[in-house]
């Protein structure tokens, strides 16, 4: 099971400019082939069909733990999304305008799926294109060399499209965003590279850098790299999965520092944004003021306190 925590991964900037395009081109890095519902679904498969768990225990833990941060990223991606879209619809903060009335300013975006189908201006399980994430995308063969080097190569993808993305987006929060997984999935990528060399002997070290990413020069990946996050495993649990260091360890291929499993179990991450009502696509519905005093009579019914016990950035 996964323990979920009211934070995100990483901190990401409150909404600014309205971007529907930019959140487009995003998408393909939540539902595109080599998404991160792609590497959450492939990694979480692989942990749920793994045989001999005991027998090849360090090999499990590492594909579970890098499933369980994958499920993180999932948000991550679907909260820039959802930043970036945050005001596209042109709402009328006096509440005065009809419903829908304001998504005349929205038919050319280049994914209208986002506010009519399901809608909402928020992220969709979609790539670029607006086609549906598939579970043909999911490969998880039962071999073990099989499914390491297949995760070797969609990390490797991955951190294409992600500098891809980086550089057709500049809205502050795809380049936060982006910025923050070509750091973590470089350590995923080392990772299997890593399992991969100290099941077979095949020194995968030698293909470094692969892609030809220059990190040290993207200011928005300066930041976690300082903190060693480009060398870091965590185990996103308080005690399982604790075998991961008998495969993770080593220097990285490129800077040559060691790599080692972090002592805390997750990132300390950042909290979210607490994103504002977009009435005209009903989200949270037509009246939000109508949902906030439902909820505060529920509240008040259950008795607790008259201070929203959940904390946000903003």
């Not at 005991?54 to 990223?73: K, N, T, V, W």
């Not at 399982?240 to 997750?266: M, Q, S």
């Not at 909820?295 to 903003?314: E, F, H, I, M, Y």
Request: charged share 20%; aromatic share 8%; hydrophobic share 35%.
């Amino acid at each position: 099971m996964i323990l979920r925590l009211d934070r995100l991964q990483t901190e990401l900037p409150p909404p600014s400019n309205p971007d529907p395009n930019g959140a487009a081109a995003v998408q393909e890095l939540l539902g595109g082939k080599f998404g991160e519902m792609s590497t959450f679904m492939n990694y979480t498969y692989q942990s749920f069909n793994f045989r001999n768990r005991q027998g090849a225990r360090p090999f499990y833990d590492l594909i579970a733990s890098i499933a369980a941060e994958e499920f993180g990223h999932i948000e991550l991606v679907s909260t820039a999304i959802n930043t970036m879209l945050t005001g596209t619809a042109d709402n009328d903060p006096t509440g005065r305008r009809g419903p829908g009335d304001g998504l005349a300013g929205v038919r050319d975006a280049r994914n209208t799926h986002h506010y009519l189908a399901p809608g909402g201006a928020g992220a969709v399980v979609q790539d670029s294109m607006g086609h549906p994430w598939t579970g043909d995308n999911v490969f998880s063969s039962g071999d073990l060399i099989e499914d390491l080097t297949h995760n070797f190569f969609l990390e490797t993808g991955a951190r294409s499209g992600k500098l891809r993305v980086y550089e057709m987006v500049e809205h502050p929060a795809a380049r936060a965003l982006t910025g923050y997984l070509l750091v973590r999935g470089g350590v995923h990528q080392v990772a299997y590279a890593r399992a991969l060399e100290n099941l077979t002997g095949a020194n995968l070290m030698r293909l470094f850098p692969s892609p030809r990413i220059p990190t040290d020069r993207i200011p928005e990946c300066q930041p976690h790299i300082r903190r060693g996050e480009h060398l870091k495993l965590y185990r996103f649990s308080p005690s399982d999965f604790l075998e991961i260091g008998a495969v993770f360890n080593g220097p990285h291929p490129e800077t040559g520092e060691d790599l080692f499993v972090a002592e805390e179990t997750h990132p300390e991450g950042a909290l979210a944004n607490d994103l504002p009502p977009q009435p005209s696509v009903f989200a949270p519905g037509p009246d939000p003021a109508e949902v906030r005093e439902i909820a505060d009579k529920l509240r008040s019914a259950a008795g607790l306190p008259r201070k929203v016990t959940g904390d946000v950035a903003n």
